[in-house]
């Protein structure tokens, strides 16, 4: 039988789970900070008055065009639907500010003496605009393309492309080292929320799905049904028993039993529905696009399932009562969700009652609550 499933299945995949958490985390960043950096680009043009009181009107022209360029992109990101835009225009900004740069340090005299130390505090910003190693590395390699590609287009002095290449050079690399610390301590932060919400939804004995856990998913796929209108099953199970077995096995053979049966019953189901332990010895299947012949069918498996297992442990078998209902009209989620574990409580009750081992999934007129 299959083991519980965790919350992730692969290196790939936790991958992918962290690169989204640092984009929704890059978004929220890059919200309002053009800003600054619109701030920033047009304060360079004070030290231009004071570097060279001259030339300083065509540097700051340059800036200007610079600053709107940013400014522009800062408010088409904000525009509703754009941002998954906000990522990828951080970085446009950051190339941005390196080219306005070099050509407003072109027209300065002696420009590049000063210039060169704002290039390379705009590279240093390149971890705060990157996803991860593999995204900051190419984030500089393009910016250092527009360099070469500026420098080559102004004809620079030997002297001052030497001296440009140099610290461009040196600052992507030590923003590439600045980069893998950072992203060593958003692995290890992600990794301790990943684990925190892992727990506070799982089920320590058996690893399956918690009664919290449980709750949440059934609140989604029955909002989800609403949508689609599918229809919905809800499969509250009891053991049979239980209590004899801690009684005289021993609750380590009561546990035991429990991680057991959570594993046969996870094999029972398929791997769309979802599992988890409700309380005590209950445990709850939420079947999502699954009317009232399926939810019993699937139940009946599961029954047959359980039944059918020797359990070592107290050398015996263990039975299984099962509730089953169905909705298949969701109009409030939240009290449908209440309804269905109410209705499938009685039904699971009805199974105790009626000799225990068997599947109710509907409750005759005539029947007590």
Same mark, same amino acid.
């Given at each position: 039988?299959?083991?519980?499933?965790?919350?992730?299945?692969?290196?790939?995949?936790?991958?992918?789970?962290f690169?989204?958490?640092?984009?929704?985390?890059l978004?929220?960043?890059?919200l309002?900070?053009?800003?600054?950096?619109?701030?920033?680009?047009?304060a360079?043009?004070?030290?231009?008055?004071? !570097?060279?009181?001259?030339?300083?009107?065509?540097?700051?022209?340059?800036?200007?065009?610079?600053? !709107?360029?940013? %400014?522009?992109?800062?408010?088409?990101?904000?525009l509703?639907?754009?941002?998954?835009?906000?990522?990828?225009?951080?970085?446009v900004?950051?190339?941005v500010?390196?080219?306005? =740069?070099?050509?407003?340090?072109?027209?300065?005299?002696?420009?590049?003496?000063?210039?060169?130390?704002g290039?390379?505090?705009?590279?240093?910003?390149?971890p705060? !605009?990157?996803?991860?190693?593999?995204?900051?590395?190419?984030?500089?390699?393009?910016?250092?393309?527009?360099?070469?590609?500026?420098?080559?287009?102004?004809?620079?002095?030997?002297?001052d492309?030497?001296?440009?290449?140099?610290?461009?050079v040196?600052?992507?690399?030590?923003s590439?080292?600045?980069?893998?610390v950072?992203?060593?301590?958003?692995?290890?932060?992600?990794?301790?929320?990943?684990?925190?919400?892992?727990?506070?939804?799982?089920?320590?004995?058996?690893?399956?799905?918690?009664?919290?856990?449980?709750?949440?998913?059934?609140h989604?796929?029955?909002?989800?049904a609403?949508?689609s209108?599918?229809?919905?099953?809800?499969?509250l199970?009891?053991l049979?028993?239980?209590k004899?077995?801690?009684?005289?096995?021993?609750?380590e053979?009561?546990?035991?039993?429990?991680?057991?049966?959570?594993?046969v019953?996870?094999?029972?189901?398929?791997? =769309?529905? %979802?599992?988890?332990?409700w309380?005590?010895?209950?445990?709850?299947a939420?079947?999502?696009?699954?009317?009232?012949?399926?939810?019993?069918?699937?139940?009946?498996r599961?029954r047959?399932?359980?039944?059918?297992?020797?359990?070592?442990?107290? =050398?015996?078998?263990?039975?299984?009562?099962?509730?089953?209902?169905?909705?298949?009209?969701?109009?409030?989620?939240?009290?449908?969700?209440d309804l269905?574990?109410?209705?499938?409580?009685q039904?699971?009750?009805?199974?105790?009652?009626?000799?225990?081992?068997?599947?109710?999934?509907?409750?005759?007129?005539?029947?007590?609550?």
């Open positions: 039988m299959s083991e519980p499933r965790p919350v992730y299945r692969s290196p790939a995949e936790l991958d992918a789970q690169r989204e958490s640092r984009i929704q985390t978004i929220t960043v890059n309002h900070t053009y800003w600054s950096i619109v701030i920033i680009l047009l360079f043009g004070l030290w231009d008055a004071y !570097v060279d009181p001259v030339n300083w009107p065509n540097a700051f022209a340059v800036r200007f065009a610079g600053a !709107v360029i940013v %400014a522009a992109t800062g408010l088409f990101q904000n509703p639907g754009r941002a998954r835009w906000m990522v990828p225009l951080a970085k900004r950051l190339l500010a390196a080219v306005v =740069s070099i050509v407003a340090a072109s027209m300065l005299d002696r420009g590049y003496g000063f210039g060169v130390a290039l390379i505090v705009i590279f240093l910003t390149g705060y !605009v990157a996803i991860d190693s593999r995204d900051l590395v190419m984030t500089h390699a393009l910016t250092l393309i527009a360099v070469a590609v500026t420098i080559v287009a102004l004809s620079m002095d030997p002297f492309i030497a001296g440009t290449v140099v610290f461009v040196l600052a992507s690399v030590v590439t080292l600045l980069g893998r950072l992203e060593s301590s958003y692995r290890r932060n992600f990794l301790l929320e990943l684990e925190e919400h892992r727990d506070a939804r799982t089920d320590t004995l058996t690893g399956l799905a918690n009664r919290r856990a449980m709750q949440e998913r059934g989604v796929e029955l909002k989800f609403k949508r209108s599918a229809p919905v099953s809800v499969i199970c009891d049979d028993h239980f004899n077995i801690n009684d005289r096995h021993g609750h053979a009561g546990d035991a039993a429990l991680v057991r049966v959570a594993q019953l996870r094999g029972a189901l398929r791997e =769309s529905d %979802a599992l988890g332990r309380g005590g010895e209950e445990f709850i939420v079947l999502p696009a699954t009317d009232a012949a399926g939810a019993r069918e699937v139940a009946e599961m047959a399932a359980i039944a059918s297992t020797v359990f070592p442990d107290h =050398s015996g078998h263990i039975t299984i009562s099962l509730g089953v209902t169905t909705s298949e009209d969701v109009e409030d989620a939240l009290l449908e969700w269905m574990i109410k209705e499938a409580d039904r699971l009750y009805h199974a105790k009652h009626a000799g225990r081992n068997r599947v109710v999934a509907d409750v005759p007129a005539s029947a007590g609550a």
